[in-house]
């Protein structure tokens, strides 16, 4: 992978003005920042706290922090008396439902996230892959390059090919003669860079397994994915809102995640009947449906998995029977209106099904079922056939699923990152940046 610097990258919050962030002006700066992390991290957990008892949880961080630095005189606090969530409530950073963040809370609590996440991003630098285009961007740097024949005279830079023109004259004939007589290799012309407008599907595990932690901190697989969804979302509607980021959590089948409900995400287990199974068919089918219906220049799909994948769709008669003929004791299950109907509550998710298609089951351990793979190539290629690239990240050390998933990139030409869970929101921002900010035509 190629290293890059970041320590160049100039990042800044914008505070809005309106009625909203006036009213939150009433309270010291730090104890939001520290309010708003609590937030985040209490909203990402397994079993998310209901307000009485995130009130409880709140005071214990203010009282723990103001045994650290003491706020100023100048800067109001929260009165004793009164409940830190209903101040939350009233400044428009909560409500009272069980996924408790409004957009504003959600926004505020991602844009602490993303500012953390871009301090720690100066300290060092970290792999991902550059898209390369030459031609002319639409925005204008302050470098410059040689003018070659065709290029746009609006992007001459006068002053420096004026003083091109005179530092040659001198070494010619010592002399300076008006009017100059300008050379076509005197000319300098300015760099561009081009925003190129992409859309992104970035596809989430949500199997039964990417609940466990492998690393030290603690932190779950689905948690660090939550964390890197948040802090990119945030990123991409301050920065790039011409792009379009889309978001899908799979297992046994996929639904699109509406963004203020990532924080609140959680994986299928057993209980939820067989959603708990990995179906890499169904994120690479509905993120199909969805780039499909958009004529952005870059089209890509970030398939996030901790698992190979275990299940895959029927969707004809024909190719359940070729299935039965192997193994007449193969699983097809179908998911009830009532399950549908459930998960649509309590998760505010709702799943993509067709009318007559099935989910053919097969776990095998360590291995991917013949036909599994085959159907779930089968919807990746049409993926590259409408010119969607499809890249894999890879959050798990099992040899046998990073095996597999780079030998599935290599017949789709993608790339596949395997990465410690605690970078994952690094890798994801700066793979991002780097896929859509482009310098076209450098000498560099």
């Not at 992978?1 to 962030?21: D, G, H």
């Not at 307000?51 to 650290?68: A, D, H």
């Not at 301090?119 to 040689?146: M, P, Q, R, V, W």
């Not at 097809?332 to 459930?342: A, E, G, I, N, R």
Request: with cysteine; glycine share 4%.
């Amino acid at each position: 992978m190629s290293q890059y610097n970041l320590k160049s990258f100039v990042y800044r919050i914008i505070t809005e003005e309106n009625n909203e962030t006036q009213k939150s002006q009433s309270l010291d700066q730090e104890t939001i920042d520290r309010m708003l992390q609590v937030l985040a991290n209490q909203s990402m957990r397994d079993k998310v706290p209901i307000l009485e008892e995130l009130e409880s949880i709140l005071q214990q961080n203010i009282k723990s922090g103001t045994t650290e630095q003491k706020p100023s005189e100048s800067s109001p606090t929260i009165s004793d008396s009164k409940p830190i969530t209903k101040f939350l409530l009233e400044h428009g950073y909560l409500r009272e439902e069980k996924n408790w963040l409004t957009k504003k809370g959600f926004f505020a609590t991602g844009n602490q996230i993303l500012k953390d996440l871009m301090a720690e991003l100066k300290t060092g630098n970290f792999g991902l892959h550059e898209t390369k285009s030459i031609g002319s961007g639409n925005t204008i740097l302050d470098t410059t390059k040689k003018f070659e024949f065709g290029d746009e005279l609006k992007l001459l830079n006068v002053s420096s090919s004026i003083l091109n023109s005179i530092q040659r004259i001198i070494k010619s004939q010592k002399q300076i003669i008006f009017p100059l007589e300008l050379d076509v290799d005197d000319f300098e012309e300015f760099e561009t860079t081009e925003d190129v407008r992409a859309s992104i599907v970035y596809c989430i595990d949500l199997s039964s397994t990417m609940k466990s932690s492998l690393t030290s901190s603690g932190m779950s697989r689905i948690e660090a994915a939550k964390r890197a969804l948040w802090s990119l979302y945030v990123l991409n509607n301050r920065f790039f809102p011409n792009d379009s980021i889309k978001i899908i959590g799979f297992a046994s089948m996929a639904s699109e995640i509406f963004p203020l409900d990532i924080p609140f995400l959680k994986t299928y287990d057993a209980n939820d009947d067989f959603l708990h199974y990995t179906n890499y068919q169904a994120a690479f089918r509905l993120a199909r449906k969805l780039l499909r219906k958009t004529d952005a220049k870059n089209k890509r799909i970030v398939l996030i998995t901790d698992g190979q994948p275990s299940a895959c769709f029927v969707d004809t008669d024909s190719q359940k029977n070729a299935i039965l003929s192997e193994k007449p004791y193969s699983n097809f299950y179908v998911p009830d209106d009532q399950l549908l109907s459930k998960i649509r509550s309590e998760r505010n998710l709702k799943i993509d099904s067709v009318s007559g298609t099935q989910v053919y089951l097969c776990y095998r351990y360590k291995k991917v079922e013949p036909k599994v793979d085959e159907r779930t190539m089968i919807e990746a290629k049409k993926c590259i056939d409408d010119d969607i690239q499809i890249d894999s990240i890879v959050v798990s050390e099992e040899t046998e699923l990073l095996d597999y998933v780079k030998h599935m990139e290599k017949s789709l030409k993608g790339k596949t990152y395997q990465i410690d869970q605690n970078n994952m929101d690094k890798v994801l921002v700066i793979d991002y940046l780097y896929n859509t900010k482009k310098i076209l035509g450098s000498k560099n």
